[in-house]
Every structure is written in structure tokens, then in C-alpha cells.
Nanobody, 123 residues
Framework: QVQLVESGGGLVQAGGSLRLSCAAS????????MGWFRQAPGKEREFVAA????????RHADSVKGRFTISRDNAKNTIYLQMNSLKPEDTAVYYC????????????????WGQGTQVTVSS
């Protein structure tokens, strides 16, 4: 059974940085594509970034390109989301996501979710 545990959220001022982590356990992830989604109050959950566990290929939403970077550490079974130049509109609960065999860029494609971590960016 896949388990995803996020950490690293918090409160930061606009222009600041945070790094989120997602520790994965429960199975071998070589065929998985991991990612991050976020959900702001009153809004739908949206895609942020994704990475192939095996090749390291990545995808990033246009809204975060040049500011956020997804990466992985295979030895630690952990993925990261480095968030720089944060804006108040980045405030949301950030969820780790997993999908077998290809990138998930919509919520319907995700097989497993983490519990989420809150990121709040003050202006």
C-alpha cells in the first residue's frame, strides 16, 4: 500500500522560499510518476509539478515555471518541491501525488494522495 507523507510547509513572506518534501513508502516506485498538486480555499485542486521516478523527466505548470523545481532522491524515496520567489497566490494546501506509468496533470489521473501540507505566503 502506497503511503505519501508531506512535510516542509509553513508561513513565509512574499519573495521567500520553502522546500516541501514527500516521503514515499509501501512499494517499489520505479514505474511511478510523482507530483505535487495544490488547493487554495474555494478553488479546485490544481497541478503544480511532476517527475518520473526512473528517468527524472519533469513537468511544471506554467504558473510556477522558473520559480518552482521538482526533484527526487531515489535513495531516500523522497521527492521535493523547491519553491522560490513565492507569491501570496501560491498560498494553498500542497498535496503529494503518485500515478503509475505516466505523469498525472489532473486529479482524476492520480492513484494515491498524501495528506497535504499548508503553505501560506504573506504579502
Amino acid at each position: 500500500q502506497v503511503q505519501l507523507v508531506e512535510s516542509g510547509g509553513g508561513l513565509v513572506q512574499a519573495g521567500g522560499s520553502l522546500r516541501l518534501s514527500c516521503a514515499a513508502s509501501g512499494r517499489t516506485f520505479s514505474n511511478y510518476y510523482m507530483g505535487w498538486f495544490r488547493q487554495a480555499p474555494g478553488k479546485e485542486r490544481e497541478f503544480v509539478a511532476a517527475i518520473s521516478w526512473s528517468s527524472g523527466d519533469t513537468r511544471h505548470a506554467d504558473s510556477v515555471k522558473g520559480r518552482f523545481t521538482i526533484s527526487r532522491d531515489n535513495a531516500k524515496n523522497t521527492i521535493y518541491l523547491q519553491m522560490n520567489s513565492l507569491k501570496p497566490e501560491d498560498t494553498a494546501v500542497y498535496y503529494c501525488a503518485a500515478r503509475k506509468f505516466w505523469f498525472a496533470t489532473t486529479t482524476y489521473e492520480v492513484n494515491n494522495w498524501g495528506q497535504g501540507t499548508q503553505v501560506t505566503v504573506s504579502s
